[in-house]
């Protein structure tokens, strides 16, 4: 079950850690007497984070050897699943028992405690982020034992977005919706000022909607449409979107890439989880060769903050791959990005350079400081953390309720302790 030291690696390898003792349990038995006996512990998931946010060099332990479980209950509308299965695994199993997830993200390929733990989303103005859809987090606490937080429940808000700070994820239970099909479509070449002037018609016109542009001089977008057939009135697309014709084929978000590991397109119906990613499953989008930040603005604020973007434009188009614009609907999630406001995500997928990123992330940083960003928990940002912690009018309490219920700080790492616990305990 135990390895000796090891060098592991993020998705995208440009963090590298050697935690002192590697566990891969098989059973949840064995799981519970390697947390027991750890003085500190960190959970390996499916890596795609690009800071230090899973770094340790304590015990670093993986659930992926212990047979994931997806358990669907009609009567509640709810599944419990185990935290390491991967959005593509539970969405496929969800889709055949006749049910949807409200959302899902761009990859596929990532874990649902990972992505629930740093307020990973999907878009959509009506959409809450991923963590919204939870209904229940289980836990193993510092000491072996099994604890559950449900909704309801006092902790429960601060809870769900924890950072790996509050204990390993076992299982989380999600809430259902009935199946539904839907259609996407893609437009080409809408200009930045119809973007800033029409972005509520823009972001309202469908389910799910992203805006795509790689800056520079003079940025246009590209427009994704994930339309619910249900939803959808005619039975033929817009053919242009304030001058931004349909495409003519499919697109991959990034220019001149093979969009074969694109989801459908064109209007093709099918199935809500071969829709709402951006990429199919059974292709890897990239080898990590990127880095990734996102920033996380009042929705009130988007068409100033894209303005200041394109400000900086041509220093962007230098080390941007593709600018993703996503929208997601206010929580109550203590440290979700999303809480307590209308959210828009401003993400960026960098090349893989961080010596020629930095300045550039730290000019987009100062452009959209008005507008008090929160950065994604698991990507690229310099913003200092106590800027980051003031964002957050329940820090306090999350420090609280941290402080409680793993005294000791096991499950603390730098990253964690820089966010909510001071110096390592």
Request: glycine share 8%; proline share 7%; net charge negative.
């Amino acid at each position: 079950m135990a390895s000796a030291p090891t060098a592991l690696q993020n998705w995208a390898g440009n963090v590298r850690f050697s935690p002192s003792r590697f566990e891969a349990p098989a059973t949840l038995a064995e799981a519970r007497t390697v947390v027991a006996a750890a003085p500190r512990l960190r959970v390996l998931g499916s890596g795609h984070s690009f800071n230090t946010i899973a770094a340790s060099d304590a015990t670093m332990i993986s659930l992926a050897g212990i047979e994931p479980e997806v358990t669907i209950s009609a009567l509640t509308g709810t599944v419990r699943t185990s935290g390491w299965i991967t959005y593509a695994a539970l969405s496929d199993a969800v889709h055949r028992a006749g049910f949807a997830l409200h959302n899902m993200a761009s990859l596929p390929h990532i874990s649902v405690a990972g992505s629930i733990a740093t307020g990973t989303h999907g878009s959509g103005d009506r959409n809450g982020n991923l963590a919204t859809a939870v209904a229940a987090v289980e836990f193993i606490g510092p000491d072996g034992e099994l604890r559950t937080v449900s909704r309801g429940d006092e902790d429960f808000p601060g809870s769900v977005v924890h950072l790996g700070a509050l204990g390993v994820v076992y299982a989380v239970t999600l809430d259902l919706l009935p199946g539904f099909e839907m259609r996407q479509y893609v437009y080409d070449g809408l200009a930045l000022d119809q973007a800033l002037a029409h972005f509520d018609e823009l972001t309202g016109a469908a389910y799910s909607t992203s805006l795509f542009t790689a800056w520079g001089a003079s940025p246009q977008f590209q427009y994704w449409v994930k339309q619910r057939t249900a939803d959808q009135t005619h039975p033929f697309p817009q053919a242009n979107w304030y001058g931004a014709p349909l495409a003519d084929g499919k697109r991959h978000p990034v220019p001149g890439v093979d969009p074969e590991a694109c989801t459908v397109q064109q209007g093709q119906t099918g199935p809500w989880h071969e829709r709402l990613p951006h990429f199919k499953p059974e292709f890897t989008p990239s080898a990590g060769d990127e880095l990734q930040s996102e920033f996380l603005i009042d929705r009130a604020d988007a068409p100033a903050a894209l303005e200041a973007l394109a400000g900086i434009g041509p220093e962007l188009a230098s080390v941007v791959q593709i600018c993703e614009v996503r929208t997601m609907a206010a929580d109550d999630l203590w440290l979700s990005p999303a809480f307590g406001r209308d959210t828009v995500g401003l993400h960026f997928t960098w090349v893989s350079d961080f010596a020629r990123v930095e300045p550039v992330m730290s000019a987009a940083e100062e452009a959209l400081e008005p507008f008090s960003p929160r950065p994604h928990w698991g990507k690229l940002f310099s913003i200092p953390m106590d800027e980051v912690r003031s964002r957050y009018p329940r820090m306090g309490d999350f420090e609280k309720l941290r402080a409680r219920v793993d005294p000791e700080g096991k499950f603390g790492n730098d990253f964690s302790e820089a966010v909510a616990g001071g110096a390592a305990r």
